[in-house]
């Protein structure tokens, strides 16, 4: 029987019930943690432009589905057989939902690749609701002195900018530029400057330009001036160029500013196809590389190295039943949408 904490026989939650549809109100009878599993109290939960894989339908949703994968909660229900996670403490779910330890990813550590993965908010439930039910090996220790709001996002956005740059071959002071400065890019600048790397900011307009600085970049380039190509070879070329926003033809166009050796990070979730001629990276030995953000544990080390560089996640909250207010600015929010259920 499980232990848990004192908890309604149903709660309310926000699902796609049918693909291309809107969030609806629904209530969800109570269900204790089978083996494997827990049960939170949701204090926060972003709101991330991935989500949206949900309406559209384009991976195998079972509906309806509650989305959210940027879940900060409360221990409140834990099986018998649970041996870690404790009542009362506080927690985070992000993409990873949970992997099956028995592929070839699994087996070498690699859960983030595994090729059973389970993901929170896509094949499971999500935290669009007042409780959410976890995978207990995709947990991740959140610290109790975060505000739940700005950590959340850092169990998707900030995870994928920490853990792609600490996997990248890059050296402190090589130069490494972001491109847009949103929900990931305002982070990866954060995450870039504490590296120890010179940070080049990538935008159009110069709407952003102090903000740029204010968040550590040591660079801004406007593309409605300057060909940011150009300008970044003229410092010698980036070595990293993270894509954050989803624009395919601005994406494509900054590869000639990379250095020798540089890499394309792509990170943003884009449909649409670049294209790259061969010997455009042959001359440089340039790379085009994607990142899956990351596991609990690079969750875990995502937190402790933003609050010890004091890096700070943008926030706007909404309460649980603006859940479909909250979606409609994923992607319009300076800079991260956050369902806060108790608001």
């Not at 991330?48 to 339908?57: A, H, I, L, N």
């Not at 409780?131 to 610290?143: G, K, M």
């Not at 160029?241 to 979730?269: F, H, R, W, Y």
Request: aromatic fraction near 6%.
């Amino acid at each position: 029987m499980a232990s848990s904490l004192p908890h309604p026989d149903t709660y309310t939650a926000y699902a796609f019930t049918k693909k291309g549809g809107k969030l609806e109100k629904i209530t969800i009878p109570w269900k204790d943690p089978q083996r494997g599993e827990i049960v939170v109290k949701v204090l926060a939960c972003g709101v991330c432009g991935s989500d949206e894989q949900v309406p559209r339908g384009n991976l195998p949703i079972e509906y309806p589905r509650v989305p959210g994968h940027e879940i900060v909660g409360e221990v409140v229900a834990i099986p018998p057989t649970e041996q870690y996670w404790k009542l009362g403490q506080r927690v985070g779910g992000g993409w990873h939902g949970g992997h099956c330890m028995a592929c070839m990813s699994c087996r070498k550590g690699d859960y983030i690749t595994c090729q059973n993965e389970d993901v929170n908010g896509i094949f499971r439930d999500g935290g669009y609701a007042d409780y959410c039910t976890l995978r207990s090996e995709a947990v991740a220790a959140v610290p109790e002195d975060m505000d739940p709001a700005e950590a959340a996002p850092m169990l998707c956005a900030g995870v994928t900018c920490f853990n792609s740059l600490r996997h990248l071959d890059v050296v402190p002071p090589e130069w490494v530029a972001v491109q847009g400065i949103g929900g990931l890019g305002h982070l990866g600048i954060q995450f870039a400057k504490a590296m120890g790397y010179r940070v080049v900011a990538l935008s159009s307009g110069s709407s952003k330009e102090a903000l740029a600085h204010e968040l550590g970049a040591h660079e801004y380039m406007d593309g409605s001036k300057v060909d940011q190509a150009e300008a970044l070879q003229a410092l010698g070329g980036a070595k990293v160029i993270m894509c954050t926003a989803p624009n395919s033809e601005t994406i494509q166009k900054l590869l000639p500013g990379l250095g020798v050796d540089g890499t394309l990070l792509l990170l943003a979730l884009e449909d649409a196809p670049i294209t790259v001629s061969p010997i455009s990276l042959i001359g440089k030995r340039h790379n085009i590389r994607g990142w899956p953000c990351g596991d609990a544990k690079d969750s875990e080390d995502t937190l402790t190295f933003a609050q010890a560089h004091n890096i700070k996640v943008m926030v706007q909250k909404f309460p649980l039943d603006q859940a479909q207010e909250a979606y409609d600015h994923r992607s319009t929010a300076r800079f991260r949408a956050v369902i806060v259920p108790g608001l």
